[in-house]
C-alpha cells in the first residue's frame, strides 16, 4: 500500500493498494481496508478480478479527506499492508475561513487589542487586567455547519499561542457577557444545526511581546462521540458507510469510506490563523498618591497619572481596588478610563470614604501602583455631632443643663419606681444619645451595646439599658432609655439614655464616651 506520507486537515488524497499473483493460477484479490483495526468501523473492500499468475496489479482507493489531524494507519485487514498518513493542521492568515468538505467552515477575524475591560458586579464595577507583561485581544470567530449533522462548538476549542483564551470572569463572578466596551456577544457553547451558523467574540490574554509580533489562534474541532471512538476518515463529498474498489469486475459502490484513530487524541491543531502584528500603546501609572493619615468619616483624595509612553493611542481602563484591616481579598473603589495619545498623560482625582478606622490599602490595575492611608477613630467633643459614612448623625451628652451627668445613684421607672445604688468605689455615668438619619435610604442605628465609657484607659460598657417603651429614668434625669429601632426611615430621630458604672474618683474631664462597631471604636466623644 503506498500515497501520500503527509497531509493537511480536509485535503482529497486517494491510496494505491498493489498486488502481486504468487500462484500458479488466475484469481481475484479481496481484502478490507480499516484504519485503526476497529471491527465496528466502515471499512472499504478492495477487489482486484482476474489477476493471472505472476501478474503485478494496482488499484487506487480514495479519495479520503482527512477531518481531524493527527497520524492515521491505514491497514489492509487480511494482509497486514499498511500505510500512515499524517495529517497537519491548516496555517492561515487572520481574517481567512478553513472549511471541510461536509461539515463545518470556521474563520477568525477582527483582532482588537485591550489594556483593560470592565464588568459590572453586585459589589460595583471591576477592571478585567491582564499581568503586567500582557493584554487582553479579542477576535470574531465565526463557525458554518455546511454538513447534514449537527456541529458542537465551545470557547475551549481555541486556543491562542503563549496565552489563554478565557471562557469566564474570574472568582466566578459570571460569564463575559458581562464584558462592557465589545461589540456583539461572546461566541457561545453551542450545538449547530446543519446550515446553521454561530458567531461572536473569543477573549484571550497574550504576551505583549507575542502580540507585537503577531497573535496566533488555533482550533481543534470537537470529537463527536463515535469520533471520540474511531476518527471518522470521509471519503470526499460522499456519505456511504462502506465501499467497494473494484478492478476487473462489478462495482458495487461509488464511494470510499474508512476509520481511523488519531495516535495523539488531540493535541494537534485542525487549523491555525496568524494575524498581523498589533501596534501597543504602553500604559504607566506615573502616580498614585494620598494622604497618609486621615480621621474617619473624612474622605481620602486619591491622585492617579497615567502617560502613555507607546507609538499608537489607546484607551487606559484600570479599576481602584481596596482592602481594609485584616481583608485579604481586594474590593471595587472606582473605575477610570482614559483616551491618550503617544506621549500623552493625564491625571485625575477621586474622593473615597472608608468604611471602617485602621489600615486601608489601595491598588490601581492593570500595573502595582498601590498607597495605604491609615484611618484614626472620629473624636468630638461632648454635644458635637458625628455622621457615619451610611448617614447617621450620632451626638452624645453627658448629663444635661442642670446636671453634670455623675451621680452614686438614681431613679428607675417601669411602672413603679426603683432606686439603685452604686456600690462603694463607683457612681454611675448618665449619656444621652441622639441618632438621626440624614440619608435617603433607610439605616440602621447604632444599638445600646456599641456605646461604651473610657476613663484612664480602662472601658466600661452600658450598665443599664432596656428597650421596653415605657421603661425609663425618674432621677437625676428624666427620659426612655437608647433603644432604637433595627432600621430607621429617612429624617428619623431617636434619643435615649444611657447608664454606665465608673469609678466614683471619675471626673467629666477625663470620661469619654465611645461607639464602636464590631469591637473597634470609630468615634468618641469628651470634654
Given at each position: 500500500?503506498?500515497g ?40 472499504t ?28 494507519r ?21 481574517g ?7 461539515g ?9 487589542p ?8 453586585a ?13 487582553l ?14 456541529v ?29 466596551g465589545?461589540d ?14 454561530q ?21 481543534n474541532?470537537?470529537r ?37 484513530t ?14 498581523d502584528?498589533?501596534e ?5 501609572v ?15 483624595t486619591?491622585?492617579?497619572?497615567v ?7 489607546g484607551?487606559y481602563?484600570?479599576?481602584l ?5 485584616d ?15 503617544p ?11 472608608p ?52 451621680l452614686?445613684?438614681y ?43 473610657a ?16 421603661d ?14 433595627s ?32 469591637g473597634d471604636?470609630?468615634?468618641?466623644w469628651?470634654?
Amino acid at each position: 500500500m503506498s500515497g501520500p506520507n503527509n497531509v493537511v486537515v480536509g485535503e482529497r488524497f486517494s491510496l494505491s493498494v498493489s498486488v502481486t499473483n504468487a500462484g500458479g493460477q488466475s484469481g481475484e484479490f479481496a481484502d478490507a481496508l480499516t484504519v485503526g483495526g476497529d471491527a465496528d468501523v466502515p471499512e472499504t473492500r478492495i477487489r482486484i478480478a482476474d489477476v493471472a499468475s505472476s501478474e503485478a496489479r494496482t488499484v487506487e482507493t480514495g479519495p479520503f479527506s482527512l477531518g481531524h489531524a493527527g497520524d492515521y494507519r491505514f491497514e489492509l485487514a487480511e494482509t497486514g499492508a499498511s500505510h500512515v498518513v499524517s495529517v497537519s493542521g491548516r496555517s492561515l492568515r487572520g481574517g481567512e475561513q478553513f472549511a471541510l468538505d461536509d461539515g463545518p467552515a470556521v474563520g477568525l477575524m477582527g483582532l482588537s487589542p485591550h489594556s483593560g475591560l470592565f464588568y459590572d458586579t453586585a459589589n460595583g464595577r471591576v477592571v478585567l487586567a491582564p499581568d503586567p507583561d500582557s493584554v487582553l485581544v479579542t477576535v470574531e470567530a465565526s463557525v458554518e455547519n455546511r454538513g447534514n449533522s449537527q456541529v458542537r462548538v465551545a470557547p475551549e476549542d481555541f486556543s491562542v499561542a503563549e496565552g489563554e483564551v478565557l471562557a469566564a470572569l474570574p472568582r466566578n463572578e459570571g460569564d463575559l457577557t458581562g464584558l462592557d466596551g465589545i461589540d456583539g456577544d461572546p461566541f457561545a457553547r453551542e450545538t449547530i444545526e446543519p446550515d446553521e451558523a454561530q458567531t461572536g467574540w473569543l477573549l484571550a490574554e497574550v504576551p505583549r511581546e507575542r502580540a507585537t509580533a503577531g497573535p496566533e489562534f488555533a482550533w481543534n474541532r470537537t470529537r463527536t462521540e463515535s469520533e471520540t471512538r474511531n476518527e471518522t476518515v470521509s471519503p470526499a463529498g460522499e456519505d456511504a458507510d462502506e465501499s467497494e474498489t473494484t478492478v476487473g469486475g462489478e462495482t458495487n459502490a461509488d464511494s470510499t469510506t474508512a476509520d481511523g484513530t488519531s495516535a495523539d487524541g488531540d493535541s494537534i491543531p485542525e487549523a491555525r490563523w496568524r494575524f498581523d502584528p498589533v501596534e501597543l500603546p504602553r500604559f504607566e501609572v506615573t502616580e498614585l498618591q494620598m494622604l497618609g493619615e486621615v480621621e474617619f468619616g473624612e474622605s481620602v483624595t486619591v491622585t492617579v497619572a497615567v502617560e502613555n509612553t507607546g507609538s499608537v493611542a489607546g484607551t487606559y481602563r484600570g479599576g481602584l481596588e481596596h482592602r481594609y484591616a485584616d481583608a485579604t481579598d481586594w474590593h471595587p473603589s472606582e473605575t477610570l478610563e482614559l483616551d491618550l495619545s503617544p506621549g500623552s498623560s493625564a491625571t485625575r482625582t477621586t474622593e473615597i470614604e472608608p468604611p471602617e478606622p485602621g489600615t486601608a490599602r489601595y491598588r490601581l490595575r492593570p500595573g502595582s501602583a498601590a498607597a495605604s492611608v491609615d484611618v484614626h477613630p472620629a473624636t468630638r467633643t461632648l454635644a458635637e455631632s458625628f455622621t457615619t459614612p451610611e448617614g447617621a448623625r450620632l451626638r452624645a451628652e453627658l448629663g444635661n443643663d442642670h446636671f453634670d451627668g455623675l451621680l452614686a445613684s438614681y431613679i428607675y421607672d417601669a411602672g413603679g419606681n426603683e432606686t439603685y445604688r452604686a456600690p462603694p468605689g463607683k457612681t454611675f455615668a448618665f449619656v444621652s444619645v441622639t441618632a438621626e438619619n440624614t440619608a435617603t435610604e433607610s439605616v440602621e442605628f447604632p444599638d445600646a451595646t456599641a456605646f461604651s465609657v473610657a476613663v484612664d484607659g480602662e472601658s466600661y460598657s452600658v450598665f443599664h439599658q432596656s428597650s421596653d417603651d415605657g421603661d425609663g429614668l425618674a432621677s437625676p434625669v428624666d427620659g426612655r432609655f437608647y433603644a432604637p429601632e433595627s432600621e430607621s426611615e429617612p429624617g428619623a430621630t431617636h434619643t435615649g439614655w444611657l447608664v454606665f458604672q465608673v469609678p466614683d474618683d471619675a471626673s467629666t474631664d477625663e470620661l469619654s464616651v465611645r461607639c464602636s462597631s464590631d469591637g473597634d471604636a470609630f468615634v468618641s466623644w469628651s470634654a
